[in-house]
């Protein structure tokens, strides 16, 4: 399936290269202004133009916004904000970037997977026995002194050898961690190569962490981030009365403290916090002074953090 893709993916580029070459040859035999009720300008623009747009249609677009996600979803007649287009665009930029130290401290709960046999610690079998799966729990740890630590459950996430928990230090550069990592509980020596390894990382999303590692077999994680903010609230609407604005959306969590309601009071402001309200609640009224256009948002809150904030709805008031 994969290679198919690729395949069908060079194909791909192979026709717009070709289709670009065959234009480009096009207007290179065009005829020279001297002919005859010839407007070579105008045809070369609009052949131009022609070009593009095949060229624009005829890549594969899926290898334009395929890969990227976005927080937000959008119905016919939503208006889309520049605080929300930068909103997604930096989530895409942020989606490429390398992994730093810092989105790695935490907790993980991490499922296990390898090819059958070779790693003692895995003792469940995946369907029709083509391969074996366990599961631990990772613990990223920042020691303060430029150094980091880390801690697994049984099995030792590193070793799957080895069914004891696991610890040592890590670094991570150019998305590839670098562990000391040794059997049963001790600390791998970083003097001795056998007692190293490292971790493919690919990061999915702030919470979704997979990792490939060669050991006794090669193993992929499947890492969740615990520990995290709650979900965002959905079908989040604001409508006005006078000079009050009723405000109400989806409870889509269930470990928040409470929602922030957040204002701004023009196009081009921040956004401030009105109010924290009480868990689950959904919905509120906010009395506003003057009379002119606010734009509201809420999120989700709790100890870790706030969740990604509901699309931003415009309201006008009027006396």
């Not at 045809?43 to 976005?70: E, H, Q, R, W």
């Not at 520049?82 to 935490?106: C, Q, R, V």
């Not at 610890?167 to 001790?186: A, E, H, M, S, T």
Request: with cysteine; net charge negative; glycine share 6%.
């Amino acid at each position: 399936m994969v290679v198919l893709h690729h395949l069908h993916l060079e194909k791909q580029i192979h026709q717009v290269h070709n289709l670009l070459l065959s234009a480009l040859a096009l207007l290179l035999v065009m005829p020279s202004s001297g002919t005859p009720n010839f407007n070579r300008k105008g045809i070369m623009k609009k052949s131009i133009l022609i070009v593009l747009a095949s060229i624009f249609l005829s890549y594969p677009m899926y290898l334009i916004g395929g890969d990227f996600d976005t927080p937000h979803t959008f119905s016919a007649g939503d208006t889309i904000s520049a605080d929300m287009m930068n909103e997604i665009f930096d989530y895409i930029k942020n989606s490429n970037k390398m992994i730093s130290a810092s989105e790695l401290i935490g907790t993980w709960s991490c499922l296990l997977y390898t090819q059958t046999g070779g790693c003692a610690a895995y003792t469940s079998l995946g369907t029709d026995s083509l391969y074996r799966y366990n599961s631990s729990t990772l613990v990223m740890t920042d020691d303060n002194d430029s150094t980091y630590s880390y801690t697994s459950t049984i099995p030792n996430i590193f070793n799957c050898a080895d069914n004891s928990t696991g610890l040592g230090n890590w670094v991570v550069k150019n998305n590839i961690l670098f562990i000391d990592v040794y059997k049963w509980g001790i600390k791998g020596d970083p003097s001795v190569e056998a007692q190293l390894g490292f971790a493919k990382l690919k990061k999915v999303s702030e919470t979704k962490l997979l990792m490939e590692m060669e050991q006794a077999k090669t193993v992929f994680a499947d890492c969740d981030k615990q520990n995290i903010p709650p979900t965002k609230p959905a079908t989040f609407t604001a409508s006005a009365s006078g000079m009050t604005v009723s405000l109400a959306w989806t409870d889509n969590s269930t470990n928040e403290t409470g929602f922030k309601v957040l204002r701004k009071d023009s196009l081009t402001g921040s956004f401030s916090t009105v109010t924290t309200t009480a868990a689950d609640a959904t919905s509120y009224s906010d009395t506003v002074t003057a009379t002119g256009s606010y734009w509201y948002r809420v999120s989700a809150t709790n100890i870790n953090g706030d969740s990604v904030a509901s699309k931003m709805v415009e309201v006008v008031v009027v006396e």
